[in-house]
C-alpha cells in the first residue's frame, strides 16, 4: 500500500460526459501529479500541483482540467468524454525535495461507451 | 520528454536472472527509477539511482547505469513467478514529472 488513495475504482460512462476522479496523497506529501496510461500512448503525464498550484503542465487536453484543494487532496475533472478517453488514470504524489521518490495510487480506470 | 525505450518482452525460467534494459535520452535527468506493475494494479516504486552513480544493489535488485551510453538496466537475481509483470523504467529531475518508457512485460516460467 503505497498511501495514495484514489476513488472510484471503475468509472463507466457515455460519450460526451463528465467525471471527476479524486486523490488523496500520502501524509505529508505536498505534491500531486496525474497520469493517463493507454494501450497506444503508454503513461503519460498530465499535470502536476504543488501546494494547492499548478506546477506543470504535460498532455493535457483542454477538456481535461485539476485542482489541489487546501487539504491537499486533487481533483481530476474530464469533460465531454470520448471514446479515447478510455483509459487508467493514476495519481502520484511526492515531498519535492531530496530523491522525490513518486508513490502511485491504485488507478481509476474509466471506461466510456 | 525525450524518448525511453524498452524493449517489450522477456521470458525468463524461474531461479534465473532477469535483465531488463532502458535507454534514455535526457541528459539533464539525475534521477532514473524501476516500477513494477501487475496486472490490475498501480506501479510499485522498485529503485531508484541518482545520475552521478554506477551502480546501486538492493536485495535481489542490481540497478546499472552507463552515463556516456544513457544505458540503465535492472537485474533480478533468482527471478521468482511473482516477479511476473511489467517493468518501466522512468526518469526524472527532482520535483518534476516522470518521463516512462513503455514497459517490458516479464514472463517467469516454472
Known amino acids: 500500500d503505497s498511501g495514495v488513495t484514489q476513488t472510484p475504482k471503475h468509472l463507466i460512462t457515455a460519450t460526451g460526459q463528465r467525471v471527476t476522479l479524486r486523490c488523496s496523497p500520502r501524509?505529508?506529501?505536498?505534491?500531486v501529479y496525474w497520469y493517463q496510461q493507454s494501450l497506444d500512448q503508454g503513461l503519460q503525464f498530465l499535470i502536476q500541483?504543488?501546494?494547492?498550484?499548478?506546477?506543470a503542465k504535460g498532455n493535457i487536453l483542454e477538456r481535461f482540467s485539476a485542482q489541489q484543494f487546501p487539504d491537499l487532496h486533487s481533483e481530476l475533472n474530464l469533460s465531454s468524454l470520448e471514446l479515447g478517453d478510455s483509459a487508467l488514470y493514476f495519481c502520484?504524489?511526492?515531498?519535492?525535495?531530496?530523491?522525490?521518490?513518486?508513490?502511485f495510487g491504485p488507478g481509476t480506470r474509466l471506461t466510456v461507451t | 520528454g525525450e524518448d525511453v525505450e524498452q524493449s517489450l518482452f522477456l521470458s525468463v525460467r524461474e531461479g534465473d536472472s532477469s535483465v531488463i534494459n532502458c535507454t534514455y535520452t535526457?541528459?539533464?535527468?539525475?534521477?532514473l527509477y524501476w516500477y513494477k506493475q501487475e496486472p490490475g494494479a498501480g506501479l510499485q516504486l522498485l529503485t531508484y539511482?541518482?545520475?552521478?552513480?554506477d551502480m546501486k544493489q538492493d536485495q535481489r535488485l542490481t540497478v546499472l547505469l552507463n552515463k556516456k551510453d544513457k544505458h540503465l538496466s535492472l537485474r533480478i537475481a533468482d527471478t521468482q513467478t511473482g516477479d511476473s509483470a511489467i517493468y518501466f523504467c522512468?526518469?526524472?529531475?527532482?520535483?518534476?514529472?516522470?518521463?516512462f518508457g513503455k514497459g517490458t512485460s516479464l514472463l517467469v516460467t516454472p
Open positions: 501524509s505529508g506529501d505536498l505534491s
Open positions: 535526457d541528459s539533464s535527468s539525475t534521477y
Open positions: 500541483y504543488y501546494n494547492g498550484e499548478e506546477r
Open positions: 502520484a504524489s511526492s515531498v519535492v525535495g531530496g530523491t522525490d521518490e513518486q508513490y
Open positions: 539511482i541518482f545520475s552521478n552513480m
Open positions: 522512468a526518469e526524472s529531475i527532482p520535483g518534476y514529472a516522470l518521463n
